[in-house]
């Protein structure tokens, strides 16, 4: 299930955390293409059943994949946005972008489903 949430980081680590998401997505790339031959060769060894989950697997990643780097193009955009507010002196040191990343609902989730999965990664590694 993705939910939505809502944190802030310095202006200074976005493109950290953009550069981790990519190297995740590039982990589900590089499994879907490990997976995706498994898939012809069962077809052609008859096992519909072992294609079957093969082809859900590749799915699965090819997903994530998808959702990654919508998540990072949305986060670059808010980035971007965010950039441009600070050089015009909009921002200060505390207070989160506005514009595209507080408008725009899609480019918002994908903000909060990026940091919640950041997040998950420090927690599950001890950070």
């Not at 997505?25 to 059943?49: G, M, R, S």
């Not at 040191?93 to 950041?118: N, V, Y």
């Amino acid at each position: 299930m993705r939910v939505n949430v809502t944190y802030s980081v310095d202006l200074s680590e976005v493109r950290g955390l953009i550069e981790e998401l990519l190297l995740k997505t590039e982990e589900n790339i590089e499994n879907l293409n490990k997976k995706f031959p498994d898939v012809q060769k069962l077809l052609q060894k008859e096992d519909e059943k072992k294609a079957s989950e093969a082809i859900e697997e590749c799915r699965k990643n090819l997903s994530a994949a998808a959702f990654s780097l919508y998540d990072c193009q949305n986060i670059l955009n808010g980035y971007q946005q965010a950039r441009l507010q600070a050089q015009q002196g909009i921002l200060t040191e505390h207070q989160p972008p506005q514009g595209d990343l507080g408008s725009d609902e899609a480019a918002q989730r994908a903000w909060e489903e990026f940091i919640k999965m950041h997040q998950e990664g420090q927690t599950n590694e001890g950070g």
